[in-house]
C-alpha cells in the first residue's frame, strides 16, 4: 500500500499492510522545535533553519527527509497564517528559544525579551496592542495572557464581544489551500490531513484569543467555564455564531480542496481532566453537541471526508455521543487518564472510532523513562489498539521540547519493528 492507502484502510476500519504513522501532521501530533533539532541532530541528518508551524505550542516542521525516516504516512496542511494571526508572506524571522535552538517564524511577527529572560509577543505582530503570549525563562512554549476587560454581567453581548474572533475565510487563503491541497495530493503519496480547525468550541487555547489585538467579553478560561453554568445563552450564542462561520468556510474549503484532503481537523477542544470529563453528559449534550453535529453532519453530506477532533483527559464517558454528532477519529486517546484502558476502548468503541494516537505516554514514559522502557510500552500498546484497522500510531499529544532524543526514536522505532515483524 502508499501511505494514502494505508492510512484510508486504517480510517475505514479496515486492516493496512502496516500500521500507519503520523509524525508531525498536526498541532497535537507534533514535536516542540527544541526536541526536532536534538533529534535530527541524533540522526545525523543535515543541519538547517527550523521553520515553526504553531507558534504559541512553538511546534517544529517536520521536513521530507525526517518523515521518511520516521517512516510517517500522514501530511498536514496547515494554516497561511500562524495561531497570533500573522500571516506567511514568503519571509521569515529568526528566533532564538531560551535553550538557544534557533528557528524561524513569520516575518510579522514581534516580540520581547525581558530582563528576567522571558518572552512575550504581539497578536498580529502589532506592538500598539498589548502582549498576548508569554514564554517564562527556560520555558518550551507561550502561555496565553489573559487581556479581555471585566465583563458586566447584567449585559452580556456575545455577538459583540466575539465579532473579532470568527471571520470568513478570504480569497487568498482559499488560493493558497487549492495550491498546497493540489501540491500534496499529486506530489506525494502521503495521507493528507486539512488543519482547518474553526469548530473549536469553548477552547481554552483559543478563547482567550492570541490572535485578537484587543478581546473582549468572558474569554478566562475560569470564567467561560462557569459561564457554561451562569449564562448558558451567552455560550450558546457564541457557538451558534461560530457555527454560522464555520459552515461558511467549510464550503470555501471544500470549493478549494475537494478530494485532495481525506481528513478534516476541526477542533481541539478538550473535554477531559486526567480523572474525569470537565461537565456531565446533559451539558455537553444542551452546550456543545448540536453544534458539532451541524458540523459533522455537512462534512458527511457534502464530502469524502473524515472528521477529526482532538480532545485530552478522561473522555470516555462521553465517546457515544461523540460518535452519535458523527466524529470519526479521536486523538489523542490519553490512556494514562481515568476509565481511559486500551482494550476496553478498542473493545467498545474500536469499530465506530478511529484511535489517533495513544502510542506512548508523553507525560513520563516518553521524557523520563529510558529507551527500552519507551520501547516495552509501545510495543504493548500496538497489537491493542490497532487490530482490526481503525488506528494511526503517535504520541500522546506532542513531544515536549526537552525529551531525548534517543526515546523518541526509540518509540518510532518500535513501531517500525513491529510492523517488520508482524507484516513483513
Same mark, same amino acid.
Given at each position: 500500500?502508499?501511505?494514502?492507502e494505508?492510512?484510508l484502510?486504517?480510517?475505514?476500519? /479496515? /486492516?493496512?499492510?502496516r500500521?500507519?504513522?503520523?509524525? =508531525?501532521?498536526?498541532? !497535537?501530533?507534533?514535536?516542540?522545535?527544541?526536541?526536532?533539532?536534538?533529534?535530527? +541532530?541524533?540522526?545525523?541528518?543535515? #543541519? *538547517?533553519?527550523?521553520?515553526?508551524?504553531?507558534?504559541?505550542?512553538?511546534?517544529?516542521v517536520v521536513?521530507?527527509d525526517?518523515?521518511?525516516? &520516521?517512516?510517517?504516512?500522514?501530511?498536514?496542511?496547515?494554516?497561511?497564517? @500562524?495561531?497570533?494571526?500573522?500571516?506567511?508572506?514568503?519571509? *521569515?524571522?529568526?528566533f532564538?528559544?531560551?535553550? =538557544?535552538?534557533?528557528?524561524?517564524v513569520?516575518?510579522?511577527?514581534?516580540?520581547?525579551?525581558?530582563?528576567?529572560?522571558s518572552?512575550?509577543?504581539?497578536? !498580529?505582530?502589532?506592538?500598539?496592542?498589548?502582549?498576548?503570549?508569554?514564554?517564562?525563562?527556560?520555558?518550551?512554549?507561550?502561555?496565553?495572557i @489573559?487581556?479581555?476587560?471585566?465583563?458586566?454581567e +447584567?449585559?452580556?453581548?456575545?455577538?459583540?464581544?466575539?465579532?473579532?474572533?470568527?471571520?470568513?475565510m478570504?480569497?487568498?487563503t482559499?488560493?493558497?489551500?487549492?495550491k498546497?491541497?493540489?501540491?500534496?495530493?499529486?506530489?506525494?503519496?502521503?495521507?493528507?490531513i486539512?488543519?482547518?480547525?474553526?469548530?473549536?468550541?469553548?477552547?481554552?487555547?483559543?478563547?482567550?484569543?492570541?490572535?485578537?489585538?484587543?478581546?473582549?467579553?468572558?474569554?478566562?478560561? @475560569?470564567?467561560?467555564v &462557569?459561564? !457554561?453554568?451562569?449564562?448558558?445563552?451567552?455560550?450558546m450564542?457564541?457557538? #451558534?455564531?461560530?457555527?454560522?462561520? &464555520?459552515?461558511?468556510?467549510?464550503?470555501?474549503?471544500?470549493?478549494?480542496?475537494?478530494d485532495?484532503?481525506?481528513?478534516?481537523?476541526?477542533?481541539?477542544?478538550?473535554?477531559?481532566t486526567q480523572n474525569?470529563?470537565?461537565?456531565?453528559?446533559?451539558?455537553?449534550? !444542551?452546550l456543545y453537541?448540536? $453544534?458539532?453535529?451541524?458540523?459533522c453532519?455537512?462534512?458527511?453530506?457534502?464530502? =469524502?471526508?473524515?472528521? $477529526?477532533?482532538?480532545?485530552c483527559?478522561?473522555?470516555?464517558?462521553?465517546?457515544? +455521543?461523540?460518535?452519535e454528532?458523527?466524529?470519526?477519529?479521536?486523538?489523542p486517546?490519553?490512556?494514562?487518564?481515568?476509565?481511559?484502558?486500551?482494550k476496553?476502548?478498542?473493545? *467498545?468503541y474500536?469499530?465506530?472510532?478511529?484511535f489517533?494516537?495513544?502510542?506512548v505516554?508523553?507525560q513520563?514514559?516518553?521524557?523520563?523513562?529510558?529507551p527500552?522502557?519507551?520501547?516495552?510500552?509501545?510495543?504493548?500498546?500496538l497489537p491493542?489498539?490497532? #487490530?482490526g484497522?481503525?488506528?494511526?500510531?503517535?504520541t500522546?499529544?506532542?513531544?515536549?521540547?526537552d525529551?531525548?532524543p534517543?526515546?523518541?526514536?526509540?518509540?518510532f522505532?518500535?513501531?517500525? @519493528?513491529?510492523?517488520?515483524?508482524?507484516?513483513?
Open positions: 500500500m502508499t501511505s494514502r494505508r492510512v484502510a486504517a480510517i475505514n476500519h /479496515q /486492516q493496512p499492510d500500521i500507519p504513522i503520523d509524525f =508531525g501532521a498536526t498541532g !497535537q501530533t507534533g514535536i516542540s522545535v527544541c526536541a526536532l533539532k536534538r533529534l535530527r +541532530d541524533y540522526l545525523g541528518l543535515p #543541519e *538547517k533553519d527550523l521553520d515553526v508551524f504553531e507558534i504559541v505550542q512553538m511546534l517544529g521536513d521530507e525526517l518523515r521518511q525516516v &520516521m517512516k510517517s504516512d500522514v501530511i498536514g496542511m496547515n494554516h497561511p497564517e @500562524d495561531s497570533l494571526g500573522v500571516p506567511y508572506t514568503g519571509k *521569515k524571522k529568526k532564538t528559544m531560551p535553550d =538557544g535552538t534557533k528557528c524561524m513569520n516575518a510579522g511577527n514581534e516580540w520581547d525579551v525581558r530582563p528576567d529572560g518572552i512575550e509577543m504581539y497578536p !498580529q505582530g502589532d506592538r500598539t496592542a498589548p502582549p498576548s503570549i508569554h514564554m517564562p525563562a527556560g520555558g518550551y512554549f507561550f502561555d496565553i @489573559d487581556r479581555a476587560p471585566e465583563v458586566d +447584567d449585559n452580556l453581548t456575545p455577538r459583540e464581544d466575539f465579532e473579532n474572533f470568527f471571520s470568513v478570504s480569497d487568498e482559499a488560493l493558497y489551500y487549492e498546497e491541497s493540489k501540491r500534496l495530493f499529486t506530489e506525494t503519496d502521503y495521507c493528507v486539512g488543519n482547518l480547525a474553526g469548530a473549536g468550541f469553548g477552547d481554552p487555547g483559543a478563547i482567550p484569543a492570541p490572535f485578537e489585538k484587543h478581546p473582549k467579553g468572558i474569554r478566562k478560561f @475560569d470564567e467561560w &462557569m459561564a !457554561q453554568a451562569l449564562y448558558p445563552e451567552y455560550v450564542e457564541v457557538f #451558534e455564531m461560530q457555527t454560522e462561520f &464555520m459552515l461558511k468556510n467549510l464550503e470555501i474549503y471544500k470549493q478549494a480542496c475537494g485532495n484532503i481525506q481528513i478534516c481537523w476541526i477542533s481541539g477542544t478538550d473535554f477531559g474525569a470529563p470537565f461537565m456531565s453528559n446533559e451539558m455537553f449534550r !444542551q453537541k448540536p $453544534y458539532y453535529t451541524r458540523v453532519d455537512w462534512i458527511h453530506k457534502n464530502t =469524502g471526508w473524515k472528521t $477529526y477532533m482532538h480532545t483527559g478522561a473522555i470516555e464517558p462521553l465517546l457515544n +455521543d461523540f460518535i454528532m458523527g466524529l470519526d477519529i479521536v486523538n486517546v490519553q490512556l494514562s487518564a481515568a476509565g481511559m484502558d486500551a476496553q476502548l478498542k473493545d *467498545k474500536g469499530d465506530k472510532l478511529v489517533w494516537g495513544g502510542g505516554d508523553t513520563a514514559t516518553l521524557p523520563q523513562g529510558t527500552e522502557e519507551v520501547a516495552a510500552q509501545v510495543t504493548e500498546r491493542i489498539l490497532s #487490530e484497522g481503525g488506528y494511526v500510531f503517535n500522546i499529544h506532542n513531544i515536549v521540547g525529551t531525548r534517543e526515546n523518541i526514536w526509540a518509540a522505532k518500535a513501531v517500525h @519493528d513491529y510492523n517488520e515483524k508482524h507484516f513483513g
